[in-house]
């Protein structure tokens, strides 16, 4: 079969593969319908995620059509249309019975966080989806059968940046009245920022150096402000909500734009990517505020700003997104046309085009956003 693989540094490649095997009894092979390209997958291709070998199937963003179920499986057969959530995990382990799904204890054999699709050998070594076929491992626990009459550029973010957004507005605690800061408007950002609107979030501030994505957010009727108009991003927010917002959520994580003591650190491996998203978080929030890391980190940072947090009395909340806990209700809000995610999709290309498409999202060029793949 076809499929996008890590090929080094900035560089991916579609390759021909083994088709996936069943391996274990409650396993599922999907033929994939769609796919999408995640800003997690620019950390990996940017080398900021340990133990990815060259000709690794990349991709956690899947749904297609049950191709074979392996014998253990019990709710899902040939021809179901799935959804398949980017955690592996088992379902019963103390985590999974906690609705942390993300944390299972048993998906991943290399390392303390649950295994991801597509998300190397530190998360559990899994052939990911951006591929013409997925082999789904604990398919009792995590795909979710989803309706004939919803399309897949309906569905198809449940998968991820759905449960994800719509947890870190959750946890974040935004409720109606409330200000909010949003830290990048790519994908998550944006819908983010849709999330905590349909929360009653009275004010709404999103944030971002990139013209077109801010004038996106735009269209949702929130402030903006432009990273490239200050030299103090933070600073700024403070000062336009009269001493800090009651959440930020971050959506931009260690990709982030990185300032020049940043790049220096960097360079002598002091810190693995940027903290700037943080930084400003810990001068935009108030007093008594949260801040929600949505945005993924992966190394130890220097200078890290836990006094200012500390003295302000911040709560802190991260971590992987327990997507499998979010599915159900979310499908349920689409079904009832509360909640659409499809103005996002920029574009719509060929699994064929995969080295295209990670140039454009990563590069934010053709005003790109969000890209869905199709295998032929
Ligand atoms: N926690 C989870 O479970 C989970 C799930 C999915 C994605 N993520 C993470 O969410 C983050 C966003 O994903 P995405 O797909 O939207 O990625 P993306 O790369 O398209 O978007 C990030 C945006 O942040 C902007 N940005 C850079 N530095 C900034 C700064 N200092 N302040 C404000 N904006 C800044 C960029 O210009 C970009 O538009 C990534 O870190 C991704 O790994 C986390
Ligand atoms: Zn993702
Ligand atoms: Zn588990």
Redesign the pocket.
């Known amino acids: 079969m076809k499929a996008i693989v890590y090929e080094g540094m900035k560089n991916v490649k579609v390759s021909n593969v083994d088709d996936p095997k069943i391996q274990k009894e409650d396993d599922i092979i999907v033929k994939v319908t769609s796919t999408a390209?995640?800003?997690?997958?620019?950390?990996l291709i940017h080398g900021m995620v340990p133990n990815l070998p060259h000709g690794f199937i990349l991709g956690h963003e899947t749904m297609g059509i049950v191709e074979e179920a392996g014998k253990g499986v019990n709710n899902l057969k040939k021809g179901d249309r799935v959804i398949v959530p980017?955690?592996v995990a088992c379902g019963h382990c103390w985590y999974c019975n906690h609705d942390l799904y993300?944390q299972c204890d048993n998906s991943n054999d290399y390392g303390d966080g649950g295994g991801l699709l597509g998300y190397s050998n530190t998360f559990g070594g899994y052939d990911g989806g951006q591929a013409e076929y997925l082999r789904v491992p604990y398919a009792n626990v995590g795909p979710l059968v989803v309706p004939n009459d919803l399309a897949d550029e309906q569905v198809l973010f449940l998968t991820?940046?759905l449960?994800?957004s719509y947890?870190?507005v959750d946890i974040a605690g935004v409720k109606p009245g409330d200000t909010v800061v949003v830290?990048?408007?790519?994908?998550?950002?944006?819908l983010t920022i849709k999330w905590a609107l349909f929360k009653g979030a009275e004010r709404v501030i999103a944030?971002?150096?990139?013209k077109y994505?801010l004038e996106h957010a735009k269209k949702y009727g929130v402030e903006v402000v432009d990273?490239e108009e200050h030299d103090d991003?933070g600073e700024y927010i403070k000062e336009i909500t009269k001493g800090g917002a009651d959440q930020v959520i971050?959506?931009?994580?260690?990709?982030?734009?990185m300032t020049k003591l940043e790049r220096v650190e960097t360079l002598l491996k002091l810190q693995g990517g940027?903290k700037?998203?943080i930084?400003?978080s810990s001068k935009a929030v108030r007093k008594g505020g949260t801040v929600v890391?949505?945005?993924?980190?992966g190394a130890r940072y220097n200078m890290f700003p836990l006094g200012d947090f500390f003295s302000k009395n911040i709560t802190l909340k991260?971590?992987?997104?327990p997507?499998q806990a979010y599915t159900k209700p979310l499908l349920k809000l689409i079904e009832k046309g509360k909640f659409d995610a499809t103005d996002i999709i920029t574009h719509k290309l060929s699994l064929e085009q995969g080295k295209h498409a990670y140039e454009i999202?990563?590069k934010?060029q053709d005003e790109c956003?969000?890209v869905i793949l199709k295998p032929n």
């Open positions: 390209i995640c800003g997690s997958d620019l950390h980017f955690p993300s991820d940046i449960p994800t947890w870190g830290l990048g408007c790519g994908p998550v950002g944006l944030v971002d150096g990139v994505r990273l991003t971050d959506c931009v994580g260690m990709d982030g734009r940027s700037s998203a930084e400003i890391m949505v945005g993924v980190y991260m971590g992987q997104c997507a999202f990563d934010k956003i969000k």
